[in-house]
């Protein structure tokens, strides 16, 4: 059986922690942790490019990433594309205050933001892979 | 509602491009002037939610897109904001021809030099917009 792509979208927030966070996870997943069995799109695509784009979400399943509850990602990716497939949100995760700081430079990440960003990279993971083994196809 | 500019970058997820306008818009917001510059969330304004529609809409913005999709650019326009100028990422990389900044994921010594020197560029520009208002 042909084996499935996921879809891998985050909010990649300018205006707080939880944006910084959900970047970086997922470039964790696209690069490393599902390297070659995930694919992503820039969010923003989804008004700047054309059908192609806006049909990613029906193309893959799909898991956004959000950094915050007002979920960017999902919300823009159902109005503009299709339906997700699952959420991550990481002030789940990290705690909302922590979330809610203000945005980093990927300069001034400490060990302490690397460990979130595992801890979402993980729960990515987790969700990626029971698509997958529940061999999701859309 | 603020009118300090608001300096969006567009993020883009797939390229170091991306990466150097996200970088370069926390620069300028966070360090170089924040007393009259600001960022907001450009997923958030794809959304089209009314809340930042009306946010956007005050001031002037400037936004820096890595590629010409110019996806920020793009989506400030449709949630009605006022671009008072707009950057490119591979513009500014034909100023640095050959250089080799990084990935999506992290800059090199190289990319941060892209970034302290074009974000000096982008926010003289932004204290002249604000200095217009
Ligand atoms: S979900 Fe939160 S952090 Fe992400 S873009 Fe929206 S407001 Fe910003
Ligand atoms: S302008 Fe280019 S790099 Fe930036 S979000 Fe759009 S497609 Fe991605």
Known sequence: MEPIKVGVISCSGEDCLGGTI?????????????????????????IAGGEEERGFAEAYP??????????????????????VTDVVQVADIIG??????????????????????????????????????GNFKK | MSNKVKVIPCSGIGKVHGLLAREMALKIVNEICPEVSQTECLAYIVTGDQDIRDRIQ????????????MCAAK???????IIAQEFRIVDTLKEYRGAKPGNATALNEEG?????????????????????E
């Open chain 2, 112 to 132: 941060w030099k892209i970034v302290d020197e074009t974000a000096e560029k982008i926010a003289a520009n932004v204290k002249d917009i604000y200095g217009e």
């Open chain 1, 22 to 46: 959900s970047r970086l996870a997922a470039r964790k997943i696209l690069e490393r942790i599902r390297y070659g069995e995930s694919v992503t799109i820039c969010l923003p695509l989804f």
């Open chain 2, 75 to 81: 989506s400030v326009a449709q949630a009605g904001g």
């Open chain 1, 62 to 83: 799909t898991i956004t990433v959000d950094g915050c509850g007002k979920y960017c990602a999902k919300r823009a990716t159902e109005k503009l594309s299709g339906k």
């Open chain 2, 58 to 69: 005050s001031g002037k913005c400037i936004t820096i897109d890595g590629c010409p999709k």
């Open chain 1, 96 to 133: 909302k205050e922590t979330a809610e700081r203000t945005a980093l430079s990927s300069r001034n990440l400490t060990p302490e933001h690397r460990e979130m960003a595992d801890k979402v990279a993980e729960e990515i993971r987790i969700k990626f892979d029971r698509i997958v083994e």
